[in-house]
């Protein structure tokens, strides 16, 4: 059964740092495209960041600079490490997959099949 599981969320001050994870399981392979998305309070489900096959990574616009995305495929887990944050990264970060492709589609919900959970990330002023 195909399954993503993230995990490294949790209540922080402004200026830290956390990395947050995603292990993969089933028919989802890190070797694939992956990709995290949040979600704020009251807003709609945003795109932060994808990599694909060969390591080569996109990120939104409010990604830049502070995340980074990463994977490590013999863990099958993948990774985003988020510098610096601000009470406006509060969100529930998703982890999800397009399995079928090597190459990530623009980070729009719809593009992508497989999702986690979601871990919550808080950040205090």
């Known amino acids: 059964q195909a399954q993503l599981v993230e995990s490294g969320g949790g209540s922080v001050q402004a200026g830290k740092s956390l990395r947050l994870s995603c292990a993969a399981s089933g028919s989802i392979s890190a070797d694939y495209c992956m990709g995290w998305f949040r979600q704020a309070p009251g807003k709609e489900r945003e795109g932060v960041a994808s990599?694909?096959?060969?390591?080569?990574?996109k990120y939104a616009e409010v990604a830049r600079g502070r995340f980074t995305i990463s994977k490590d495929t013999a863990k099958n887990t993948l990774y985003l490490q988020i510098n610096s944050l601000t009470p406006e990264d509060t969100a529930v970060y998703f982890c999800?997959?397009?399995?079928?492709?090597?190459?990530?589609?623009?980070?729009?919900?719809?593009?992508?099949?497989?999702w986690g959970q979601g871990t919550q990330v808080t950040v205090s002023s």
């Open positions: 990599i694909d096959h060969d390591g080569t990574t």
């Open positions: 999800t997959a397009a399995p079928w492709s090597w190459v990530c589609p623009p980070l729009t919900q719809s593009r992508y099949g497989y």
